[in-house]
């Protein structure tokens, strides 16, 4: 899967935000320990076709199947090298920009991970950035207790397979006896339980089923670093680094707190935090913290946001808007409104922050709004928006999206196999897009040959031979039928079109 923190324009814009000079993400070399079979660089790779990439996994089977998706793409910027950390020759990798280890610090006996610590400073750049992904205590324990019992229950069960569905099955025992059980640990088990029924297998046998699964106090990992010249620069979502978003009262006691005990571990107790995904630099580099509103001018911004109201409000009147997840957003002033509206037109593009500036001077016709008092006051909330990542910031802008959309819709080949491989795509910004079935049958029309209207005609066929069932209809009038693949149709072109998957659209 493709992890959206890990990807190198955000990592780029991190890095610059608290004053280090890394590559840029266009043209870098990027490393991943723990590649898999690279679904998370090789979507990177298709991302940025002048940087480099090379991804190292111990498992042959899974270099195997990325070489062969990497040869199917025609990428000749990314390779998936079958080796061991443990014996890694240095010399033949050269220097990169990134690292990444997703899953992997916690998940490795102490020797692998500490020889992994070694690499990160010696194969960064001076300017280099890594991450890594981690479990925490004390919050992890909880979730560690269930991965236990789960242990037990398959400690005589040799076949992966066989665990996983003795898994699954002792999964719905347990969920059905805490639903019963009102006490708050019961109906964290609960929520876990039917969690872990919906994940992907190697989710749960790589979380709950490997033989190591280690968590870490922050301030471990803090001195671990240390230990090799490393250093901790921030968390991928910087919304987590933040005391104030927990209430003034625990802002105030993070400020008595000694400069011996790092205020990141305290926020790991008061948020019952169980996982981390951090960033590091070398030791030497020295961060500045101080984020200034002037800042914002250096990046471009886009955003997910969208409002589910109809009208957006007037003057300073609180307005709500939300991600593809659920999460409510709310802001006040009115050119925070219209810029989340134009973002929420545009996107996926980034528009250099001077450039929305300047279209919303365009549309503003109150001169209040435009004075330096009333863009102070639009920039503290704006700057609010990106530290709860409601709003996203990149060093370059990206080219807005086209207005019309051909009758002959093809997407790009990265989505193409995507689509015949599995059941996500990735998106132009590294986020996982989910697939229903119905999704993945159409993708496999949208090869520009076809019509909106042959299209149709296809997926009708389709459902009428029974190898395809239209979500929640049991209609068979091939008329009706018709009108509703329609509309479902023009409803999947618009999430598609948002995920920035579309090509050749003349």
Same mark, same amino acid.
């Given at each position: 899967?493709?992890?959206?923190?890990? !990807?190198?324009?955000?990592?780029?814009?991190?890095?610059?935000?608290? %004053?280090?000079?890394?590559?840029?993400?266009?043209?870098?070399?990027?490393?991943?320990?723990?590649?898999?079979?690279?679904?998370?660089?090789?979507?990177?790779?298709? =991302?940025?076709?002048?940087?480099?990439?090379? %991804?190292?996994?111990?498992?042959?089977?899974?270099?195997?199947?990325?070489?062969?998706?990497?040869?199917? $793409?025609?990428?000749?910027?990314?390779?998936?090298?079958?080796?061991?950390?443990?014996?890694?020759?240095?010399?033949?990798?050269?220097?990169?920009?990134?690292?990444?280890?997703?899953?992997?610090?916690?998940?490795?006996?102490?020797?692998?991970?500490?020889?992994?610590?070694?690499?990160?400073?010696?194969?960064?750049?001076?300017?280099?950035?890594?991450?890594?992904?981690?479990?925490?205590?004390?919050?992890?324990?909880?979730?560690? !207790?269930?991965?236990?019992?789960?242990?037990?229950?398959?400690?005589?069960?040799?076949?992966?397979?066989? *665990?996983?569905?003795?898994?699954?099955?002792?999964?719905?025992?347990?969920?059905?006896?805490?639903?019963?059980?009102?006490?708050?640990?019961?109906? #964290?088990?609960?929520?876990?339980?039917?969690?872990?029924?919906?994940?992907?297998?190697?989710?749960?046998?790589?979380?709950?089923?490997?033989?190591?699964?280690?968590?870490?106090?922050?301030?471990?990992?803090?001195?671990?670093? %240390?230990?090799?010249?490393?250093?901790?620069?921030?968390?991928?979502?910087?919304?987590?680094? #933040?005391?104030?978003? $927990?209430?003034?009262?625990?802002?105030?006691?993070?400020?008595?707190?000694?400069?011996?005990?790092?205020?990141?571990?305290?926020?790991? #107790?008061?948020?019952?935090?169980?996982?981390?995904?951090?960033?590091?630099?070398?030791?030497?580099?020295?961060?500045?913290?101080?984020?200034? $509103?002037?800042?914002?001018?250096?990046?471009?911004?886009?955003?997910?946001?969208?409002?589910?109201?109809?009208?957006?409000?007037?003057?300073?009147?609180?307005?709500?808007?939300?991600?593809?997840?659920?999460?409510?957003?709310?802001?006040?002033?009115?050119?925070?409104?219209?810029?989340?509206?134009?973002? =929420?037109?545009?996107?996926?593009?980034?528009?250099?922050?001077?450039?929305?500036?300047?279209? $919303?001077?365009?549309?503003?016709?109150?001169?209040?709004?435009?004075?330096? !008092?009333?863009?102070?006051?639009? *920039?503290?909330?704006?700057?609010?928006? #990106?530290?709860?990542?409601?709003?996203?910031?990149?060093?370059?802008?990206?080219?807005?999206?086209?207005?019309?959309?051909?009758?002959?819709?093809?997407?790009?080949?990265?989505?193409?196999?995507?689509?015949?491989? %599995?059941?996500?795509?990735?998106?132009?910004?590294?986020?996982?897009?989910?697939?229903?079935?119905?999704?993945?049958?159409?993708?496999?029309?949208?090869?520009?040959?076809?019509?909106?209207?042959?299209?149709?005609?296809?997926?009708?066929?389709?459902?009428?031979?029974?190898?395809?069932?239209?979500?929640?209809?049991?209609?068979?009038?091939?008329?009706?039928?018709?009108?509703?693949?329609?509309?479902?149709?023009?409803?999947?072109?618009?999430?598609?079109?948002?995920?920035?998957?579309?090509?050749?659209?003349?």
């Amino acid at each position: 899967l493709p992890i959206p923190e890990t !990807a190198v324009w955000r990592l780029e814009t991190l890095g610059r935000l608290f %004053g280090l000079s890394p590559a840029p993400a266009a043209t870098c070399r990027v490393l991943e320990f723990g590649c898999a079979s690279g679904g998370n660089i090789l979507p990177m790779a298709w =991302q940025c076709p002048d940087s480099a990439f090379v %991804g190292i996994e111990l498992a042959e089977n899974q270099v195997q199947v990325g070489r062969a998706q990497i040869i199917e $793409l025609g990428l000749e910027n990314i390779q998936l090298l079958q080796a061991d950390i443990l014996t890694l020759d240095v010399k033949a990798l050269g220097k990169f920009d990134y690292i990444i280890a997703h899953g992997v610090y916690s998940w490795v006996p102490a020797a692998v991970r500490l020889r992994m610590l070694e690499l990160y400073k010696q194969l960064l750049n001076p300017h280099g950035l890594g991450f890594i992904s981690y479990n925490t205590l004390p919050a992890w324990r909880t979730r560690g !207790a269930m991965r236990e019992m789960l242990q037990y229950h398959v400690r005589d069960i040799p076949s992966p397979t066989a *665990r996983l569905e003795a898994v699954r099955q002792f999964l719905s025992v347990m969920e059905g006896v805490y639903s019963n059980n009102p006490s708050p640990l019961a109906q #964290f088990y609960v929520e876990e339980c039917q969690v872990l029924q919906r994940a992907h297998p190697s989710y749960i046998y790589h979380e709950y089923l490997e033989e190591d699964n280690n968590a870490f106090y922050f301030e471990d990992v803090q001195n671990e670093l %240390g230990n090799f010249g490393l250093r901790y620069l921030c968390e991928s979502n910087l919304n987590t680094m #933040f005391g104030s978003a $927990l209430g003034d009262e625990v802002e105030t006691f993070l400020e008595g707190v000694p400069i011996t005990k790092p205020q990141e571990q305290y926020l790991d #107790f008061l948020r019952l935090r169980p996982f981390r995904q951090t960033i590091i630099c070398h030791a030497e580099v020295v961060p500045n913290y101080e984020i200034g $509103l002037e800042d914002l001018d250096r990046f471009a911004v886009y955003s997910k946001l969208s409002s589910p109201a109809k009208e957006i409000s007037s003057g300073n009147k609180p307005q709500s808007f939300a991600n593809a997840e659920g999460r409510q957003y709310s802001v006040s002033h009115p050119l925070s409104k219209l810029a989340l509206l134009e973002m =929420q037109r545009v996107y996926p593009a980034a528009l250099a922050y001077t450039e929305l500036w300047q279209r $919303l001077q365009a549309q503003v016709k109150d001169a209040r709004l435009l004075t330096n !008092a009333a863009q102070v006051e639009w *920039r503290n909330e704006m700057l609010g928006l #990106f530290l709860r990542d409601g709003i996203r910031l990149v060093v370059e802008p990206r080219t807005p999206v086209e207005e019309g959309m051909s009758d002959r819709l093809k997407i790009t080949s990265l989505a193409r196999q995507q689509a015949e491989n %599995g059941e996500h795509l990735s998106s132009c910004w590294h986020d996982i897009v989910q697939l229903d079935e119905f999704g993945r049958r159409l993708l496999g029309y949208l090869d520009g040959s076809r019509t909106r209207t042959k299209i149709i005609d296809a997926l009708l066929i389709d459902v009428q031979n029974g190898l395809l069932v239209l979500p929640g209809s049991h209609d068979k009038n091939p008329g009706r039928l018709r009108q509703e693949l329609q509309n479902n149709l023009e409803r999947l072109i618009i999430v598609f079109k948002r995920q920035g998957i579309f090509t050749g659209l003349e």
